[in-house]
């Protein structure tokens, strides 16, 4: 498998049911699997809610390139054309500094703290539980203050 990256909140990490077999939930109104409803959301990024409860997380989208992340900032960084990290840095610092950028809106993201970078096709709940063929799934922490 493999999709749009998410960022979820490390307290709502286990309500994120990832892909199933069948590609749908019991009970979901619309038939689709988180996995699905991840890879349904357009654009460079977006809202999408995490469980039955209030909290969301942010999809990522599926461009398949590596992300860094600025934690002053709280800003997470995709990397598509730069020639290295180091330009990378230096070129999103710039576009922030830029009162003329121009932003697109991805949605409100609103989280209760410290989040959890991961494929949306992975479960909350199997995350640092071991493949029957050995390795783990892909993880990062992102450490966020509670916000918006």
Same mark, same amino acid.
């Given at each position: 498998?493999?999709? &749009? *990256? !998410?960022? +979820? &909140?490390?307290?709502?990490?286990?309500?994120?049911?990832?892909?199933?077999?069948?590609?749908?939930? *019991?009970?979901?109104?619309?038939?689709?699997?988180?996995?699905?409803?991840?890879?349904? +959301?357009?654009?460079?990024?977006?809202? !999408?809610? +995490?469980?039955?409860?209030?909290? $969301?997380?942010?999809?990522?989208?599926?461009?398949?390139?590596?992300?860094?992340?600025? &934690?002053?900032?709280?800003?997470?960084?995709?990397?598509?054309?730069?020639?290295?990290? @180091?330009?990378?840095?230096? $070129?999103?610092?710039? +576009? *922030?500094?830029?009162?003329?950028? @121009?932003?697109?809106?991805?949605?409100?993201?609103? $989280?209760?703290?410290?989040?959890?970078?991961?494929?949306?096709?992975?479960?909350?709940?199997?995350?640092?539980?071991?493949?029957?063929?050995?390795?783990?799934?892909?993880?990062?922490?992102?450490?966020?203050?509670?916000?918006?």
């Amino acid at each position: 498998m493999g999709g &749009p *990256l !998410i960022v +979820v &909140p490390e307290s709502s990490v286990n309500a994120w049911g990832g892909c199933t077999e069948d590609d749908s939930v *019991l009970g979901d109104a619309d038939g689709r699997d988180d996995y699905d409803r991840a890879c349904g +959301v357009g654009g460079w990024a977006g809202v !999408i809610a +995490v469980g039955v409860a209030a909290a $969301t997380a942010l999809d990522l989208t599926d461009e398949p390139a590596k992300r860094a992340s600025l &934690p002053k900032e709280s800003l997470l960084v995709r990397w598509l054309a730069a020639d290295s990290e @180091a330009e990378l840095f230096t $070129t999103a610092e710039a +576009v *922030l500094a830029d009162p003329d950028t @121009a932003w697109e809106d991805g949605g409100l993201w609103v $989280t209760d703290g410290s989040a959890v970078l991961m494929d949306s096709a992975e479960a909350g709940a199997d995350l640092g539980a071991d493949y029957p063929d050995g390795g783990q799934p892909d993880q990062a922490p992102v450490q966020l203050p509670a916000g918006r």
